[in-house]
Nanobody, 125 residues
């Protein structure tokens, strides 16, 4: 069993930055692909970014490409999401997710096995 705990959310003005962290329990974290998803009120949960087990491959949804960066530190069992140039449309609850596979071969929420409780990101205009 893997437990995921997100932190780093908050209120920021448009154009600002936030760094989300996801701390994972369990020694097998380093063998899992990890992802970030978000969900705004009344909308479905959507893929934001993902990273393979050793951090050599990253994937992003088009609307965050060039603004967000996903990274991981396997020694610290932590995955990060650096968010720059934030826009009001980035406002959502952000969720960390783990997949019982080394590679990112899916970006759908159903393809991920473990989930954190979420952290709120609000971007004001």
């Amino acid at each position: 069993q893997v437990q995921l705990v997100e932190s780093g959310g908050g209120l920021v003005q448009a154009g600002g930055s936030l760094r989300l962290s996801c701390a994972a329990s369990g020694r097998i974290f380093s063998t899992y692909a990890m992802g970030w998803f978000r969900q705004a009120p009344g909308k479905e949960r959507e893929f934001v970014a993902a990273i393979n087990w050793r951090g050599s491959m990253t994937y992003y949804r088009d609307s965050v490409q060039g603004r967000f960066t996903i990274s991981r530190d396997n020694a610290e069992n932590t995955v990060y999401l650096q968010m720059n140039s934030l826009k009001p449309e980035d406002t959502a609850s952000y969720y960390c997710a783990g997949r019982k596979a080394m590679v990112v071969d899916t970006t759908t929420p159903a393809g991920f096995d473990y989930w954190g409780q979420g952290t709120q990101v609000t971007v004001s205009s």
